[in-house]
């Protein structure tokens, strides 16, 4: 297989996930807890990948650039795989999916 097929059945995976998210929320919760804890295990390339997921299928990048005044590319920028949103710009992003899903993040702490 070359990789031409390889992008196909990726795009393909990527619209099956994004399109369950927007219809179901339990789904998109689940997306949301796995991009936090990504995030904080360190994983942020990974964090960003399904932070990116959950905004597609939930706000979408223009809403979110209105709702935290920031250019939708810019936010395309900082959730690249590269990218490296500052404290503030991650949690606005962050919080634009929970309002739209009805979501409240809490952290809780274990011990090890």
């Known amino acids: 297989m070359h990789a031409g ?24 919760e689940t ?13 942020t390339a990974e964090g960003k990948a399904i932070l990116r ?3 597609n299928a939930t706000v979408g990048f223009e809403r979110l ?6 250019p939708s590319k810019s ?14 710009n991650f949690f606005g992003i962050v919080s634009a999916p ?3 899903t009805h979501l409240k993040l809490r952290v809780t702490a274990k011990a090890a």
């Open 98 to 100: 929970q309002k739209k």
């Open 31 to 43: 997306l949301f807890t796995e991009s936090i804890n990504a995030y904080l295990a360190g994983d």
């Open 75 to 88: 936010l395309h920028r900082m959730l690249a795989p590269r990218g490296n949103p500052s404290t503030e």
């Open 53 to 55: 997921d959950l905004v």
């Open 65 to 70: 650039a209105a709702a935290i005044k920031k």
């Open 5 to 28: 097929n390889d992008m196909a059945l990726t795009r393909d995976f990527k619209e099956t996930i994004l399109a369950r998210a927007r219809r179901d929320a339990r789904f998109s």
